[in-house]
């Protein structure tokens, strides 16, 4: 079945760095547009960055522009998010999603991403 497993996530200060992946399984990791969205402490989810299935294309919230860069490895079925300058109102759960078809989006169990001083 399909299987999105997120690592990375951790407690960092403001401005540092951290990089979160994706193991994706199950699916034609190559055929699918990834995202990540993001769940803080009392709101709803919010998409934060998609990729198009070659990874030509790459979309952001205007939050995070500039400063979180995603990427994906087809080869190893991983996706990535690069984040720096990173903000206390990042904090929140990170996800990896996939629309496996028009009926079901997929996410993994979510990584914790905690910036604080």
């Known amino acids: 079945q399909v299987q999105l497993v997120e690592s990375g996530g951790g407690l960092v200060q403001p401005g540092g760095s951290l990089n979160l992946s994706c193991a994706a399984s199950?699916?034609?990791?190559?055929?699918?547009?990834m995202e990540w969205v993001r769940q803080a402490p009392g709101k709803g989810l919010e998409w934060v960055s998609s990729?198009?299935?070659?990874?030509?294309?790459?979309s952001y919230i205007s939050s995070v522009s500039g400063r979180f860069t995603i990427l994906r490895d087809n080869a190893k079925n991983m996706l990535y998010l690069e984040m720096n300058s990173l903000k206390p109102e990042d904090t929140a759960v990170y996800y990896c999603?996939?629309?496996?078809?028009?009926?079901?989006?997929?996410r993994g169990q979510g990584t914790q991403v905690t910036v604080s001083s």
């Open positions: 990729i198009n299935s070659g990874g030509e294309t790459r």
């Open positions: 199950g699916f034609t990791f190559n055929s699918h547009t």
């Open positions: 999603s996939v629309q496996i078809n028009r009926w079901n989006t997929v």
